[in-house]
């Protein structure tokens, strides 16, 4: 049985704030198809309240992160260009390891973004 898990955390850098009240999403890849998993917001710290792939549902494969950077942004008040050039970003990475902890945070601006494999 697999023991690893997904986890995020998403910092607002123009802010200087945990990035509360943003929704993710999470798809499974397989083949041509995309399954969706889970959809969470994320709480004050910037986190999300459980894993996004908990241990029980964890498996190798590929996988895609939607953070949902528009609404979020929309909702703190940036002036919104039209379109927004930041709506909503996805990170596909790969799970090889089915005892690991993956933790794929974010740091987002209106105008950018970056992203690691933390621990």
Known sequence: ????YLTT????TA???PAAG????????EG?????????VTNADGRTDSPILPK???????????????????ACGVPAE?????????????ISDEQAHYH??????PFGYSTYRGS
Request: proline content about 5%.
């Open 1 to 4: 049985m697999a023991m690893g």
């Open 9 to 12: 955390h998403v910092l607002d």
């Open 15 to 17: 802010r200087g704030l």
């Open 22 to 29: 943003l929704e993710i999403v999470l798809y499974r890849l």
């Open 32 to 40: 041509g198809a995309r399954r969706e998993l889970a959809r969470m």
């Open 56 to 74: 029980e549902a964890f498996a190798m494969g590929t996988y895609e992160l939607e953070f949902l950077a528009g609404a979020y942004l929309d």
């Open 82 to 94: 039209n379109p927004r050039f930041l709506d909503v970003v996805p990170l596909r990475f790969g």
């Open 104 to 109: 794929v945070p974010l740091l987002l601006s």
